[in-house]
């Protein structure tokens, strides 16, 4: 069975499955779906709870040795196998493979991980557990819907913010919901509310976690204010120009391949943001794009002078077709 964060709830309401695995790269959302396992886990008198942090392939004999003592006092348990990447390797797939086989009734596995990708989901073992018991896929909140998230997750804990306040919040804190979280339990504790929305808004923290993924899209779906704002937390991080760079390239290079001849038949787009940029494509330049790119790269690596930080925002928009000087006409000065 596969399940989605979203119908966790609900299906716990229903029934319990022997094995539970909970995948993705979002903390806050992997942590409060395995609290919701754990706590229906306890309602139905699994009242032991014995974790495994597995970084090394031997970890995997502690795993079996546990699953095979049986509990002092009889009582059901939990046990728990945390992933440190999503590809436990040949004993990891067998241990886990064995375990959800035995079919303990006494024992509920619950295996947390980072993101599957293609591969992954296709194992032994991950195979075995949708059988069995249930994959929970855990996915980052797009952008274009954190303001709906953190409306409604604001109003399960008791603040009712404004639509501003909410749109102030998503900029600050995109890419790091546990930091939104803290920003709304924060306001409770602050007593404010849809009233007080400039107090909290005042309060906020810039606490927006970026990479340069997230900058293609952003140049790709031509949202100007959202990837300079990539930009500028990029480069507040410290994260090389060179990555920067190369994200604004693959942004160009993407949109090159969808448009080549002959590319719809074999070409499959594969999201909302490229083809809105093929949606605007006859608005752009592309040997100016690529001169603008040259000479950031020039910048980057001290062959000529100018911030390359700047001339990145100023290929970022024209890759969003909001050009904001005439591109130069040589990538030498």
């Not at 953190?150 to 404004?162: K, Q």
């Given at each position: 069975m596969k399940?989605?964060?979203?119908?966790?709830?609900?299906?716990?309401?229903?029934k319990?499955?022997p094995?539970?695995l909970?995948?993705g790269d979002?903390?806050l959302?992997?942590?409060?779906?395995?609290?919701?396992?754990?706590?229906?886990a306890?309602?139905?008198g699994f009242?032991?709870?014995d974790v495994?942090?597995?970084?090394?392939a031997?970890?995997?004999?502690?795993?079996?040795?546990a699953a095979?003592?049986?509990?002092?006092?009889g009582?059901?348990r939990?046990?728990e196998?945390?992933?440190?990447?999503?590809r436990?390797g040949t004993?990891?797939?067998?241990?886990?493979t064995s375990?959800l086989e035995?079919a303990?009734?006494?024992?509920?596995?619950?295996i947390l991980?980072p993101?599957?990708d293609?591969?992954?989901?296709?194992?032994q073992?991950?195979?075995?557990?949708q059988?069995?018991g249930?994959?929970i896929?855990?996915w980052p909140?797009?952008p274009?819907k954190?303001?709906a998230?953190?409306?409604?997750?604001?109003?399960?804990?008791g603040?009712?913010l404004?639509?501003?306040?909410l749109?102030l919040?998503?900029?600050?804190?995109e890419?790091?919901?546990l930091?939104a979280d803290?920003?709304?339990r924060?306001?409770v504790?602050?007593?404010?509310d849809?009233?007080g929305?400039?107090?909290?808004r005042?309060?906020?923290?810039?606490?927006?976690r970026f990479d340069?993924?997230r900058l293609?899209?952003?140049?790709l779906?031509g949202?100007?204010?959202?990837?300079?704002?990539?930009l500028?937390?990029l480069?507040?991080?410290?994260?090389?120009?060179?990555?920067?760079?190369?994200?604004?390239i693959?942004?160009?290079r993407?949109l090159?391949a969808a448009?080549?001849?002959?590319a719809?038949?074999g070409?499959?787009?594969?999201s909302?943001?490229?083809?809105?940029a093929?949606?605007?494509?006859g608005?752009?330049?592309?040997p100016?794009?690529?001169?603008?790119a040259a000479?950031?790269?020039?910048m980057?690596?001290?062959?000529?002078?100018?911030?390359s930080?700047?001339?990145?925002?100023?290929?970022?928009a024209?890759?969003c077709?909001?050009?904001?000087?005439?591109?130069p006409?040589?990538?030498f000065?």
């Amino acid at each position: 069975m596969k399940l989605t964060s979203d119908s966790l709830e609900g299906h716990l309401a229903q029934k319990l499955l022997p094995a539970y695995l909970i995948s993705g790269d979002e903390p806050l959302l992997v942590a409060e779906a395995a609290d919701a396992v754990r706590a229906r886990a306890r309602a139905a008198g699994f009242t032991e709870r014995d974790v495994h942090f597995i970084e090394r392939a031997a970890d995997w004999e502690d795993v079996r040795a546990a699953a095979g003592n049986l509990s002092l006092f009889g009582a059901r348990r939990l046990l728990e196998a945390r992933l440190a990447t999503a590809r436990p390797g040949t004993g990891g797939s067998a241990v886990l493979t064995s375990l959800l086989e035995r079919a303990d009734p006494d024992t509920l596995l619950l295996i947390l991980s980072p993101r599957l990708d293609r591969d992954a989901q296709s194992a032994q073992w991950v195979q075995a557990v949708q059988a069995r018991g249930a994959w929970i896929a855990v996915w980052p909140v797009e952008p274009g819907k954190l303001v709906a998230w953190l409306r409604a997750r604001s109003r399960r804990i008791g603040v009712d913010l404004g639509p501003q306040a909410l749109q102030l919040l998503a900029e600050r804190t995109e890419g790091n919901l546990l930091a939104a979280d803290q920003e709304l339990r924060k306001l409770v504790l602050l007593g404010a509310d849809a009233e007080g929305g400039d107090a909290a808004r005042a309060g906020f923290a810039d606490s927006a976690r970026f990479d340069v993924f997230r900058l293609s899209d952003a140049v790709l779906a031509g949202d100007l204010g959202r990837s300079l704002r990539v930009l500028a937390g990029l480069r507040s991080e410290g994260t090389e120009p060179t990555l920067a760079l190369w994200a604004l390239i693959k942004a160009l290079r993407d949109l090159g391949a969808a448009l080549r001849p002959g590319a719809a038949g074999g070409w499959r787009r594969s999201s909302a943001a490229l083809e809105a940029a093929v949606r605007r494509s006859g608005r752009l330049t592309f040997p100016s794009l690529m001169l603008r790119a040259a000479r950031a790269d020039r910048m980057i690596k001290g062959r000529l002078r100018g911030d390359s930080w700047d001339e990145m925002a100023l290929l970022a928009a024209e890759l969003c077709a909001r050009p904001a000087f005439p591109t130069p006409q040589s990538m030498f000065k």
